[in-house]
């Protein structure tokens, strides 16, 4: 019934959110998904359109299309990472398989009208596939009692202490409830066995002390994630004259994305008190995004096409919420009430992705093929965290401008015919978000794919690889532990069209 009742209090306590910079990049960024024809030629359809996945760069591209159709995608996304820690490397590898794309667009032809035709697409992408896990292992002098002092020292030791008969479970809500996520982490800290007042009979007394004693420590770390970015979108547009194709998208996010880390800490020296810390976190998101984009395409020549297009913003409603748990050699005795049962809520929150403008150039080739080039540029240091009005997110939004910058994507793509099979190839670069190196490094992919025209329909294959390094912070703060990963992503896409 402990257990029970605890859980009902978690789940209507409120208290200020602990977003970050981290949430920012995390939903900033957007993988290469969509069709296989499109990710065979690594996206680079500003200027070509004719694919339902060209509308994520450039709405015009509907309208392009000479008759209706529909497609569905799948991919198997293979996600492996080497983790450099100390100096120990572990290799992390998932696989997952999913429907990843499903739309269709409608052709209405007017040849007695200047806009010759009218294009209505509905597509659904996966934006961003966030299934993924890393484990990396090794010695550090930075152990987990730095992160509990970091948050404890200053806070009033009798702000930690449990009311009158309140179960520990309840103290913790209560405590970041009222208090905030500092002394909640204090609390977890203090009770976990980690770190102890300096004189636990002054109730004032603001300064603390480990309970750790080490020159070094290993430490062992597994984090897994799951989830996804997706984006509906509804698109109209029209073929004006010969030569010029105009169209505007809606755009309608959901977002759905859960992190579990697993911490171990040996290694103390001989006579520590503590011989073993383990620390568990889990958070969970979910919510919605808005966005709209503009774009056009110009026929130059029979050969030349040129394309621009201008993406809004895009606007994130989130909620999180969190779970905790901690043990070690002189935890209190009921820490285990305190679980990934115990939830903190977190009030709605909102991240303003800034806007993207992309420029696109392609030559086409009569039926042999084409060459297709696009670059891309988005403002990152414009992110925000809201409502601007919270002092936390104002000094975040603050950090995020000095931390985070331009980034600039190109894209190359082309596609060779032979009759009914088409051969296709991408090369994709694109900066890193972080003025500062290191932190995460730039993406650099590759793609190929081959297509047979039926007729009535197309069966297309891509296989898509990108590479890309990350300093995969352990904890967001008190320690500055982190580990190297070397991640490599490859999607194996099938799709089928049917024309009608």
Same mark, same amino acid.
């Given at each position: 019934?402990?257990?029970?009742?605890?859980?009902?209090? @978690?789940?209507?306590?409120?208290?200020?959110?602990?977003?970050?910079?981290?949430?920012?990049?995390?939903?900033?960024?957007?993988?290469?998904?969509?069709?296989?024809? %499109?990710?065979?030629?690594?996206?680079?359809?500003?200027?070509?359109?004719?694919?339902?996945?060209?509308?994520?760069?450039?709405?015009?591209?509907?309208?392009?299309?000479?008759?209706?159709?529909?497609?569905?995608?799948?991919?198997?996304?293979?996600?492996?990472?080497?983790?450099?820690?100390?100096?120990?490397?572990?290799?992390?590898?998932?696989?997952? $398989?999913?429907?990843?794309?499903? &739309?269709?667009?409608?052709?209405?032809?007017?040849?007695?009208?200047?806009?010759?035709?009218?294009?209505?697409? $509905?597509?659904?992408?996966?934006?961003?596939?966030?299934?993924?896990?890393?484990?990396?292992?090794?010695?550090?002098?930075?152990?987990?009692?730095?992160?509990?002092?970091? !948050?404890?020292?200053?806070?009033?030791?009798?702000?930690?202490?449990? &009311?009158?008969?309140?179960?520990?479970?309840?103290?913790?809500?209560?405590?970041?409830?009222?208090?905030?996520?500092?002394?909640?982490?204090?609390?977890?800290?203090?009770?976990?066995?980690?770190?102890?007042?300096?004189?636990?009979?002054?109730?004032?007394?603001?300064?603390?002390?480990?309970?750790?004693?080490?020159?070094?420590?290993?430490?062992?770390?597994?984090?897994?994630?799951?989830?996804?970015?997706?984006?509906?979108?509804?698109?109209?547009?029209?073929?004006?004259?010969?030569?010029?194709?105009? @169209?505007?998208?809606?755009?309608?996010?959901?977002?759905? #994305?859960?992190?579990?880390? !697993?911490?171990?800490?040996?290694? #103390?020296?001989?006579?520590?008190?503590?011989?073993?810390?383990?620390?568990?976190?889990?958070?969970?998101?979910? @919510?919605?995004?808005?966005?709209?984009?503009?774009?056009?395409?110009?026929?130059?020549?029979?050969?030349?096409?040129?394309?621009?297009?201008?993406?809004?913003?895009?606007?994130?409603?989130?909620?999180?919420?969190?779970?905790?748990?901690?043990?070690?050699?002189?935890?209190?005795?009921?820490?285990?009430?305190?679980? %990934?049962?115990?939830?903190?809520? %977190?009030?709605?929150?909102?991240?303003?992705?800034?806007?993207? $403008?992309?420029?696109?150039?392609?030559?086409?080739?009569?039926?042999?093929?084409?060459?297709? %080039?696009?670059?891309?540029?988005?403002?990152?240091?414009?992110?925000?965290?809201?409502?601007?009005?919270?002092?936390?997110?104002?000094?975040?939004?603050?950090?995020?401008?000095?931390?985070?910058?331009?980034?600039?994507? #190109?894209?190359? @793509?082309?596609?060779?015919? /032979?009759?009914?099979?088409?051969?296709?190839?991408?090369?994709?670069?694109?900066?890193?978000?972080?003025?500062?190196?290191?932190?995460?490094?730039?993406?650099?992919?590759?793609?190929?794919?081959? &297509?047979?025209?039926? &007729?009535?329909?197309?069966?297309?294959?891509?296989?898509?690889?990108?590479?890309?390094?990350?300093?995969?912070?352990?904890?967001?703060?008190? /320690?500055?532990?982190?580990?190297?990963?070397?991640?490599?992503?490859?999607?194996?896409?099938?799709?089928?069209?049917?024309?009608?």
């Amino acid at each position: 019934m402990r257990s029970i009742l605890t859980f009902i209090v @978690g789940m209507v306590c409120v208290f200020a959110s602990a977003q970050n910079i981290n949430d920012v990049v995390r939903y900033g960024t957007e993988n290469l998904q969509g069709t296989a024809r %499109f990710q065979a030629m690594s996206g680079a359809f500003g200027a070509l359109g004719g694919d339902l996945s060209s509308l994520n760069i450039n709405p015009a591209g509907s309208a392009v299309f000479n008759y209706s159709q529909f497609t569905v995608s799948g991919s198997n996304y293979n996600r492996n990472n080497d983790a450099t820690y100390g100096n120990s490397i572990q290799n992390a590898d998932l696989n997952s $398989l999913e429907f990843n794309q499903a &739309g269709g667009v409608f052709v209405f032809k007017s040849p007695n009208s200047p806009w010759k035709k009218i294009a209505l697409g $509905l597509n659904y992408d996966l934006v961003e596939n966030f299934d993924n896990e890393i484990s990396a292992s090794g010695n550090t002098n930075q152990g987990i009692d730095n992160y509990f002092l970091n !948050f404890a020292q200053g806070i009033p030791f009798g702000n930690l202490l449990l &009311g009158q008969n309140e179960f520990l479970e309840e103290a913790y809500l209560r405590i970041g409830a009222q208090q905030g996520f500092a002394d909640q982490q204090a609390f977890l800290g203090y009770f976990g066995g980690v770190i102890n007042p300096v004189d636990e009979t002054n109730q004032a007394g603001t300064s603390y002390i480990s309970n750790a004693e080490y020159s070094s420590v290993n430490q062992q770390f597994r984090q897994s994630t799951n989830g996804y970015n997706s984006k509906f979108t509804a698109n109209l547009a029209g073929q004006y004259q010969n030569n010029l194709y105009l @169209g505007a998208s809606l755009n309608f996010h959901s977002v759905f #994305y859960d992190k579990v880390t !697993f911490f171990d800490e040996t290694g #103390y020296d001989a006579g520590s008190p503590i011989q073993r810390t383990t620390f568990d976190n889990f958070l969970h998101t979910q @919510g919605t995004g808005f966005s709209f984009s503009l774009g056009g395409i110009a026929r130059l020549n029979d050969n030349i096409r040129i394309g621009g297009s201008y993406q809004s913003p895009t606007w994130y409603y989130l909620t999180d919420d969190t779970s905790q748990r901690i043990n070690s050699d002189l935890a209190d005795d009921d820490i285990n009430f305190i679980d %990934f049962n115990i939830v903190n809520l %977190f009030e709605e929150y909102r991240i303003k992705i800034p806007s993207k $403008l992309t420029g696109s150039v392609a030559v086409i080739f009569g039926k042999d093929g084409l060459l297709s %080039f696009d670059y891309g540029y988005q403002d990152m240091s414009q992110a925000e965290l809201r409502p601007n009005s919270d002092p936390s997110f104002s000094a975040e939004n603050d950090f995020i401008a000095n931390e985070l910058g331009a980034v600039s994507t #190109y894209r190359i @793509g082309g596609e060779y015919r /032979i009759e009914k099979v088409s051969l296709r190839g991408g090369y994709r670069f694109e900066e890193s978000p972080y003025e500062t190196e290191g932190i995460i490094g730039d993406l650099e992919g590759y793609s190929a794919g081959i &297509g047979y025209d039926f &007729g009535g329909s197309k069966l297309d294959l891509a296989v898509n690889r990108t590479e890309q390094e990350v300093n995969e912070l352990l904890f967001d703060s008190g /320690i500055s532990n982190s580990a190297l990963v070397d991640k490599v992503n490859t999607n194996i896409t099938l799709s089928y069209t049917l024309k009608f």
